[in-house]
């Protein structure tokens, strides 16, 4: 089976920087995505990570470690539009279902 | 414009009456997949689908039907609707394996079953 875990909500101030962590369980392993969904929206692609390191995008970098079965999301300069839900998610071998951890709620204040 | 579209974006209706909400993408995706998202449940794989006539049972299948006789369309069918199936549905689809299959979502529809 797969499991994914994720803290339920973050709060940060504008200009700072966050660290929004993801550990997983899973049979397999097939890459890492982190997706940003506002309220009441699609969540959208922010990376995807199939090897270990560092990958950074912007204000946005991302973390993996297979060996440990963790990964996060560094986000940097804060901004209020940041303020969404952050999802990691585990996409499956052939066969298996596409696995979401439960979301982390960001909230960014002034 | 690469998109994928949901119909409808809201619907009320009431417990029994079969309902289709349809799901169409134009990036000549494989892999399409629905989605439930709950509060504090997060978003929960229905059914999918790795091409034309191949679907399968996600995590939540129960109450729900697919099909996918075309590659570009894959509507989510619930049959006799339930209060418990009131939530927000997004329709995905994917890029290839080999690629994670990174997911393209719909704009989403605000499902209620009274």
């Known amino acids: 089976g797969q499991n994914i875990d994720q803290p339920t909500e973050m709060t940060a101030t504008e200009g700072a920087i966050v660290q929004i962590n993801c550990t997983y369980q899973t049979s397999g392993f097939n890459g890492l995505f982190w997706y940003q969904q506002h309220a009441g929206e699609a969540p959208t692609f922010l990376s995807y990570n199939v090897l270990d390191g560092l990958e950074e995008k912007g204000r946005f970098s991302s973390f993996l470690s297979r060996s440990k079965g963790y990964s996060y999301l560094l986000l940097k300069e804060l901004q209020m539009k940041d303020s969404a839900s952050y999802l990691c998610?585990?996409?499956?071998?052939?066969?298996?279902?596409?696995?979401f951890g439960p979301g982390t709620r960001l909230s960014v204040l002034p | 414009e690469a998109q994928v579209t949901q119909n409808p974006r809201y619907l009320i209706t009431v417990t029994g009456k079969k309902l289709t909400v349809t799901c169409s993408q134009n990036?000549?995706?494989?892999?399409m997949s629905w989605y439930r998202q709950d509060p504090g449940l997060g978003l929960r794989q229905i059914y999918y689908?790795?091409?034309?006539?191949?679907?399968d049972k996600g995590d939540v299948p129960e109450g729900y039907k697919v099909s996918r006789k075309e590659k570009r369309n894959f509507p989510l069918i619930l049959e006799s609707p339930s209060p418990n199936q009131t939530s927000l549905y997004f329709c995905a689809s994917g890029l290839s394996l080999e690629e994670g299959y990174e997911q393209y979502f719909g704009p989403g529809t605000r499902l209620t079953v009274t």
């Open positions: 689908s790795m091409n034309v006539e191949v679907t």
């Open positions: 990036m000549n995706h494989e892999y």
């Open positions: 998610a585990v996409p499956p071998d052939y066969g298996q279902n596409f696995v």
